[in-house]
Structures are given as structure tokens and as C-alpha cells.
């Protein structure tokens, strides 16, 4: 009887194990998943040329205030947990601004340059589908403060980095409305830690974009937004 008994208890101790194991796996896989999606990034080819603004009159002079303004800009997106975080406030010039947080994904390319892209999603049943995409392009691998210049600057000159901005629809896969660097204000990204060993960065950032391309599928968007007092902490991928 006693027998019997022991080795009902035992089995019943595996059974649990395995059980244990099983949901252990789950959620790890679950967790992988939802650091991957981050990666999973479409490439953003910027407008060649400007728009003329909804207002009717092109912008000039830093944060221009009489551009158009859409409350759509201040509806807060959401980010994937538990990933790397950055964070800033976003400002629509003359109408208002929210706190801004997003997740991070860095990558090197040879070691010489970094390609930061900074997302946010929007909750879709149980997916989170990408919204937002910050992006400052050919930084210097170095520690310091580098000015971000416009896409058409970078193209005449490739030792320039350039940022950028853009809203998507969709699963994530669809361009709606593109900005370009303001380079009548000034932005930057300021690398304060760098580990190579580790593979990590750290630092700040501020963006002043202009639109060069505004929503094609129904919603229309502000003509100028910022990024303001970021701050971001990232691992360094490999292209």
C-alpha cells in the first residue's frame, strides 16, 4: 500500500513538473516574440520631394506654429514590454504635448555606424501592430553629440547624419505620412555610454521634423512635430 502510494505521489510530482516546464516554455517563447516583432521593421525609402502645406503657405523658421495641427498626433500609442525603452515628449508646435514612450532598435553596420529606429504600436485585439517609426541614420560609432540633418542633405553628402519620422497603417506594412528633419532648428543624438563589448548604447536625443508627406488613407496629420528631452537605452545589433 505504502508503495503504491509513493509512487502515486511521484507521478503526480512529474506530472506537475512537466506541466511546469510546458507553461515555463510557453511564456518564454512568448517573450522572444514579442522582442522579435520590434525587429521586424519595414524599410521607409523618404519622399524625394516636399508637400505644400495644408495651410497653403510653406514653412519657414523653426517650429513654425501656423502649420496644421491634428489632435491625432497627441493620441498616446502603446510599446512592447519588457523590450528596451526610449522616451520623450512629443510636441505638436502651438497645440500641445504628451509623454512619449517607445521601444528601441540599434543596429551597426561594419562597426563604422549606427541606424537607430525608435517604435511605437497600436493595440489590435491581442497584437500590437507598428505605428511609428523615429529614425536617425549614419550616426558615428562614437561617443558625443552628432547634429541630425534632413534625408536630401545626407544624399549629397553621405558622411551626414540624417532622421526622420513616419506613421504607419495597417499591419505595419503601409506608409501613410512621412516627415523629414527640420534643419531650420537644430536636432541632435548624443551618445553618452557605448559598450561595444556588451553591445549596448546609451544617450539622448531632440528632433524638429516638417512634413514632406501627408496621410494618402483618410487621416490627416500635423505639419510639424518634435521629439523632445529624449532619452534611450538600446542593444547594438549586427546588419
Not at 516636399?50 to 498626433?73: H, N
Not at 561617443?143 to 513616419?166: E, V
Not at 556588451?198 to 483618410?218: A, C, N, T
Request: glycine content about 6%; hydrophobic content about 40%; charged content about 25%.
Amino acid at each position: 500500500m505504502m508503495s503504491r502510494m509513493a509512487f502515486l505521489l511521484q507521478s503526480k510530482f512529474l506530472a506537475m513538473k512537466a506541466i511546469y516546464r510546458l507553461f515555463t516554455t510557453f511564456f518564454i517563447i512568448l517573450f522572444w516574440i514579442s522582442c522579435k516583432k520590434e525587429h521586424e521593421i519595414p524599410k521607409i525609402n523618404p519622399p524625394a520631394s516636399e508637400l505644400l502645406p495644408l495651410t497653403g503657405t510653406i514653412l519657414t523658421g523653426c517650429d513654425d506654429t501656423t502649420a496644421f495641427k491634428s489632435s491625432v498626433d497627441l493620441q498616446p500609442l502603446d510599446f512592447l514590454k519588457s523590450c528596451y525603452l526610449c522616451t520623450a515628449i512629443k510636441q505638436v508646435p502651438g497645440l500641445g504635448e504628451i509623454p512619449w514612450v517607445g521601444n528601441c532598435y540599434v543596429r551597426a553596420t561594419e562597426d563604422t555606424v549606427l541606424h537607430f529606429e525608435f517604435l511605437t504600436y497600436e493595440p489590435y485585439f491581442e497584437e500590437l501592430l507598428l505605428r511609428e517609426i523615429i529614425i536617425f541614420s549614419e550616426v558615428p560609432i562614437n561617443i558625443g553629440f552628432h547634429q541630425i540633418l534632413n534625408h536630401a542633405t545626407w544624399a549629397a553628402d553621405p558622411s551626414k547624419s540624417y532622421g526622420g519620422y513616419a506613421r504607419l497603417l495597417d499591419d505595419g506594412d503601409v506608409l501613410d505620412a512621412y516627415w523629414g528633419t527640420d534643419t531650420t532648428c537644430v536636432s541632435y543624438i548624443e551618445i553618452t555610454r557605448l559598450d561595444l563589448e556588451d553591445r549596448e548604447v546609451e544617450g539622448k536625443f531632440e528632433i524638429h521634423l516638417k512634413m514632406v508627406s501627408q496621410g494618402k488613407h483618410g487621416i490627416l496629420y500635423s505639419e510639424r512635430i518634435n521629439f523632445l528631452n529624449g532619452r534611450f537605452k538600446a542593444e547594438i545589433k549586427k546588419k
